[in-house]
């Protein structure tokens, strides 16, 4: 039976229903960068037993705080192991020896206001600095994946872009606008493709081979998703054909049952 592995986002996760068949056989690691999951755990944070994040959202901050999520997933044994790049928008910040992923879940955690993050500086995203980081840990991981039982598993590299156009209910396609990282973060579409175009790229040096799946020109927002319009909520089409090629490499699709609205597990 196939185990997947997914390092990545809801471009991903969203294939599987959350309380469906299948789901039992997934791990996922999300909200989270390479140089996060690679790096030592935050000196002096505490976890909170009580927090204003849903349980999934809270385990996701909590795993990219403590750098547990490598060795769950090593544990997990995957068959299959699906990357994909569209939770690598937010910026870093550097907190003492450890590097933490700036998501909207670690803001509205409270946890920056912890004693422990006293000292927290920002490295933001499309800076030099950041591509070091993350193009170092890329190698690491690389070395990871190479030395224990991720070696076994198939690697895809799930090929992600922002939209820049949604389709309307009427059937139009008319451009996306304003859209942001977080609330007060607004972002521009071409660098944020153009950057996963380059981290793509280096990840194909550095890893073992990858398969590749690709939704190609399905990648158009839908007004109408579940979850709410966005660069990279995209229309039925678009899953549909991920799912025909991820079958093509061995994943089967799970049946699909009603599901709650999808978050960040850790």
């Given at each position: 039976?196939?185990?997947?592995?997914?390092i990545?986002?809801?471009?991903?996760?969203d294939?599987?229903?959350?309380?469906?068949?299948?789901?039992e056989?997934?791990?996922?690691?999300?909200?989270?960068?390479?140089p996060?999951?690679?790096?030592?755990?935050?000196?002096?944070?505490?976890?909170?037993?009580?927090?204003?994040l849903?349980?999934?959202?809270?385990?996701?901050?909590?795993?990219d705080?403590?750098?547990?999520?490598?060795?769950?997933?090593?544990?997990?044994?995957?068959?299959?192991?699906?990357f994909?790049?569209i939770?690598e928008?937010?910026?870093?910040?550097?907190?003492?020896?450890?590097?933490?992923?700036?998501?909207?879940?670690?803001g509205?955690?409270?946890?920056?206001?912890?004693?422990a993050?006293?000292?927290?500086?920002?490295?933001?995203?499309?800076?030099?600095?950041?591509?070091?980081?993350?193009?170092d840990?890329?190698?690491?991981?690389?070395?990871?994946?190479?030395?224990?039982?991720?070696?076994?598993?198939?690697?895809?590299?799930?090929?992600?872009?922002?939209a820049?156009?949604?389709?309307?209910?009427?059937?139009?396609?008319?451009?996306l606008?304003?859209?942001?990282?977080?609330?007060?973060?607004?972002?521009?579409?071409?660098?944020?493709?153009?950057?996963?175009a380059?981290?793509?790229?280096?990840?194909?040096?550095?890893?073992?081979?990858?398969?590749?799946?690709?939704?190609?020109?399905l990648?158009?927002?839908?007004?109408?998703?579940?979850?709410?319009?966005?660069?990279?909520?995209?229309?039925?089409?678009?899953?549909?054909?991920?799912?025909?090629?991820?079958?093509?490499?061995?994943?089967?699709?799970?049946?699909?049952?009603?599901?709650?609205?999808?978050?960040?597990?850790?």
């Amino acid at each position: 039976m196939a185990r997947v592995g997914i390092i990545g986002s809801c471009i991903t996760r969203d294939l599987w229903p959350i309380r469906g068949p299948g789901a039992e056989n997934l791990a996922y690691l999300s909200r989270t960068s390479f140089p996060s999951l690679m790096s030592e755990p935050v000196a002096g944070f505490r976890p909170s037993r009580q927090s204003p994040l849903s349980g999934n959202q809270h385990r996701a901050v909590v795993a990219d705080l403590t750098k547990t999520g490598l060795a769950r997933l090593v544990a997990f044994r995957p068959t299959h192991l699906i990357f994909d790049f569209i939770d690598e928008r937010f910026d870093l910040m550097s907190v003492g020896r450890s590097i933490v992923t700036r998501s909207w879940e670690l803001g509205a955690s409270g946890y920056l206001a912890q004693k422990a993050f006293r000292d927290a500086r920002t490295i933001p995203r499309l800076s030099d600095a950041c591509w070091r980081l993350w193009t170092d840990a890329a190698g690491e991981l690389a070395a990871v994946v190479r030395s224990t039982p991720l070696r076994e598993a198939k690697l895809i590299l799930h090929v992600s872009r922002w939209a820049d156009e949604m389709r309307t209910p009427d059937g139009d396609h008319r451009p996306l606008t304003n859209v942001a990282i977080l609330d007060d973060q607004p972002a521009d579409i071409g660098q944020q493709n153009a950057l996963l175009a380059a981290y793509e790229a280096h990840l194909t040096s550095v890893m073992p081979p990858l398969a590749r799946v690709d939704g190609g020109a399905l990648r158009i927002a839908d007004p109408g998703h579940r979850w709410g319009l966005s660069p990279f909520h995209f229309i039925p089409e678009y899953y549909a054909e991920i799912w025909r090629q991820l079958e093509a490499l061995g994943v089967p699709q799970p049946s699909a049952e009603p599901a709650e609205p999808s978050v960040p597990a850790a």
